[in-house]
């Protein structure tokens, strides 16, 4: 018992002598450390005892403690208090401690150093493998007191560092005693994104080394395993190599086909407008450099989201102003799970999958089917407009859902090109028909009609008459609007000649003519004009519309191209804003004989019915413009068919015959469908047909004899019966066409026949595959309820086998935009 007490009391004058603090210095230090090798093991999956961590830090000080008291010489005498002076000296009975503090701050500083160097992981591999002799031992123990490395330190001699610098393959194999030119399959992963970390010895074989180098190195950059399959996010990847003398760098470039991790990343929408300026990149809730995003292995990446406008700005602030790129790994530490949890608040919040409720879409209802014996008569108007395609395009790439009313299938269709032949004689257009089966419900057929428009060389187009009304007002103040706007119509300006006259009217609150009609000549002149154009005020579109078409009346060219541009987001709010009233004044003004283009600009705030109803009504086309290429491709390449009319209010009428037809229904046009009667009345509007244009309709047809789900209910009519007749046994349809000169007001009458000839969908041309696939897109995205089948892939691969040969690459970007809607409705 004295023994015990003498102890105690020893013990307790120690601790009164000493002072020291509740923990030794350097504790947090420590304990950070602790917490950080916690997460470690959390990430590899190790279950680890709740009470370990605590009784490892326990342990530690008593430890420690125990140290302290084993220095002591014999038995602690009591002692006086000591007096503290200031000295440089340390304490004998603390330099044990501060010798430990010493090596557990030197070990922290090591474990900082390399932790920063593994943010740069090839950089990492190649200063671990090519080191100087007399380094050789320390690149081996990175950290001494890292149970990974130590144990390795004497196996490696210095004249067994033989390092040969061969590039990447040369990394020292695992308890060898040798740098060998073989690699573990095991650890080159280990090397790249962490340095060298022995293990069992294995050589690597040639088609070791070819698998490692498929599966991992050449998906270790994001932006390129990211490429098309990450909605919003646009990668343009260069072949710029690292630095000659970066050995392992230029092995991996070489092994990715060139290609580095100098990728240009972008968001599309507005900032995709300034190629310089890039999105901020956040990996598990931490903002990163791109050149660590680049790194990251795709493997490991359980999810990127894109994140713009308000909810970018609420995460990040004017950082976030070019759009986030949010990515989260497979494996979280505790920290970044949280981190990820509250971003993942935030962007349920201001998540953009929705099209904003201020963008303006009529509804409308797609055609139903019809009985062939009661109505064998379908009536319709042409339709030129394609700005329904790129709308949409617009909206998948910036991750939206579709809005159903946006979707016109015939000016999807009509986006793109047909291999038509020219027509023959005089006629203003050819007509190309052709029947096979319908992809979504195989047991119906499919008739596409197509008109191809006759070129017109540009020297033997009239002199034109050019009018640009510009929407100036408030809303028009985003990058993707007026920026955009001017340099759209500078790419039209390359267009013109000398004779064709060039006026700019604008519109805010008022409207106004900024340049009178100009030649086409004094370039400088007119694009000095739309220069100094800036946005702001209400937006009074009734009266610019006024305006622009006095000045396109007082400067009319007789027998030449005479035509107001429009260029807006259609958010009219000043005088005729109404649709009714927009309607009313159009058509009004159509009477003048002057042509309209409608260009749609921005989004948010867009009126899509509003510009749709001033095309249709004005003698016009309509399109929508989402980036610069979008205007390069209508008032550029296809300037002469947008811009110079052939022929004028086209219409197409077509009987069945219900020997071979039992019903029937036309893929979209809902908005164009006339009365039968119509079809001879000269004064219905109908559409414009443009030098070069091709124009394409598909009906959908349920042969005779077929039992479908679709079919209609026959009501048993008692005094109207149709019976086919037998001299035209063998025609599936007839139809007809009727159209008038651009400047006449009488129309004339093209008839041709349609054969019955029955052919699969395996032998159909191209552009029967191309035009289906796009059509069955557009049934699938406005959720069609008389289709049968709905699967995305078949999609893909019925667009693949009618790419053909896309010379311009519009097919192509078709293609990858089902990739991309596939990748937002998983």
């Known amino acids: 018992m004295e023994n015990n007490h003498d102890i105690d009391k020893r013990f307790n004058d120690a601790s009164r002598l000493s002072e020291e603090p509740a923990v030794f210095q350097g504790f947090d230090k420590v304990w950070a450390k602790v917490e950080e090798k916690l997460d470690q093991k959390e990430e590899k999956k190790r279950i680890l005892p709740v009470w370990l961590p605590y009784g490892a830090a326990a342990s530690l000080i008593l430890g420690l403690g125990a140290f302290y008291f084993m220095t002591k010489n014999g038995t602690v005498e009591n002692s006086a208090p000591l007096i503290v002076e200031n000295s440089t000296e340390i304490h004998p009975e603390k330099k044990a401690i501060y010798t430990v503090d010493s090596t557990v701050k030197s070990n922290i500083e090591k474990e900082i150093e390399i932790s920063k160097s593994l943010q740069n992981p090839l950089s990492l591999a190649k200063n671990e493998a090519i080191k100087e002799p007399d380094n050789k031992s320390k690149a081996l123990a990175v950290n001494k007191n ?25 990394v020292p194999a695992a308890r060898g005693g040798k740098w060998k030119d073989t690699l573990q399959t095991q650890n080159i992963e280990e090397v790249l994104l962490a340095g060298f970390k022995p293990k069992k010895a294995q050589n690597y074989t040639s088609s070791a080394v070819s698998s490692v180098q498929s599966n991992y190195i050449a998906s270790t950059t994001v932006p390129q395993a990211l490429q098309g399959k990450v909605a919003g996010v646009q990668v343009q990847a260069y072949g710029t190599r690292r630095r000659k003398n970066d050995k392992i760098a230029d092995k991996i470039n070489t092994i990715n086909n060139g290609y580095s991790d100098n990728n240009q990343i972008m968001i599309r929408g507005a900032a995709s407008l300034k190629s310089t300026n890039e999105p901020l990149f956040v990996v598990n809730g931490e903002i990163v450099q791109r050149d660590y995003f680049n790194a990251l292995n795709p493997k490991k990446i359980e999810s990127v989201e894109v994140v713009k406008g308000a909810g970018a700005s609420a995460l990040f602030g004017s950082r976030g102003a070019n759009g986030v790129i949010v990515v989260k790994t497979k494996r979280l530490s505790r920290k970044e799970k949280r981190r990820i949890e509250e971003i993942q608040k935030t962007i349920s919040q201001y998540k953009q999958n929705v099209v904003s409720d201020n963008e303006g879409y009529d509804a409308f209802e797609e055609n139903p089917f019809e009985l062939t014996k009661s109505q064998p008569l379908s009536t319709f108007s042409i339709d030129v407009d394609n700005a329904a395609y790129s709308n949409i395009r617009r909206m998948i790439n910036n991750g939206q859902t579709v809005d159903k009313n946006a979707v016109r299938i015939e000016e999807m269709i009509n986006y793109f090109k047909y291999s038509y032949p020219q027509p023959k004689n005089n006629d203003p257009f050819s007509i190309n028909t052709e029947y096979s089966s319908a992809p979504w419900n195989p047991a119906h057929k499919l008739l596409k009609i197509g008109l191809q428009g006759k070129n017109i060389a540009m020297d033997k187009v009239p002199a034109s008459n050019l009018v640009l009304l510009i929407d100036v007002s408030g809303s028009m103040n985003e990058p993707n609007k007026l920026p955009l706007l001017k340099s759209s119509f500078k790419v039209l300006l390359e267009q013109l000649r000398p004779e064709d006259k060039v006026g700019i009217v604008v519109y805010a609150g008022s409207a106004g003519m900024v340049l009178p009609p100009t030649s086409a000549k004094e370039k400088e002149k007119i694009i000095l004009a739309l220069d100094n154009l800036q946005a702001g005020g209400s937006t009074a579109g009734g009266a610019g519309i006024e305006l622009a078409y006095k000045l396109a009346q007082e400067n009319f060219i007789k027998n030449g191209n005479n035509r107001v541009i429009i260029a807006t987001d259609g958010d009219f709010n000043v005088g005729a804003s109404s649709t009714s009233d927009i309607k009313t004044l159009i058509e009004e003004k159509r009477k003048s004989g002057v042509f ?54 086209v219409k197409i009428q077509i009987e069945f015959n219900p020997k071979y037809v039992s019903s029937y229904r036309l893929i979209g046009y809902e908005n164009r469908k006339l009365r039968n009667e119509d079809f001879t009345n000269d004064k219905i509007d109908a559409g414009e047909l443009g030098s070069g244009h091709t124009v394409t309709a598909l ?91 709905k699967d995305l892939n078949s999609i893909e691969t019925l667009a693949r086998e009618g790419k053909n040969k896309d010379e311009e690459g519009y097919r192509s970007e078709f293609i990858r935009l089902i990739e991309s809607y596939k990748v937002m409705t998983k």
């Open 699 to 789: 009906y959908e047809v349920i042969p005779a004899g077929i039992q479908s789900e679709f079919l209609p209910e026959e009501n048993t009519l008692k005094y109207n019966k149709t019976s086919p007749s037998e001299n035209l046994s063998d025609e599936l349809a007839t139809i007809k066409f009727r159209c008038k000169k651009p400047d006449g007001d009488t129309s004339t009458e093209i008839v041709q026949p349609v054969k019955n000839t029955d052919h699969s969908i395996l032998s159909a041309s191209p552009d029967f595959k191309f035009a289906s696939s796009v059509a069955w897109f557009g049934l699938v995205l406005r959720d069609s309820k008389l289709i049968s089948k």
């Open 596 to 649: 309209l283009t409608c260009l749609g600009f921005g989004m948010g705030n867009y009126k899509d019915n509003t510009l749709e109803t001033l095309a249709d009504k004005g003698n016009g086309n309509y399109a929508y413009i989402d980036n610069l290429q979008e205007a390069n491709k209508f008032l550029g390449k296809e300037f002469a068919g947008n811009i110079y009319a052939i022929a004028k209010d």
């Open 146 to 170: 890292d149970e990974r490395y130590a144990s390795e330190k004497n196996a490696y001699s210095t004249d067994e560092y033989n390092i040969k610098k061969k590039g990447a393959g040369d």
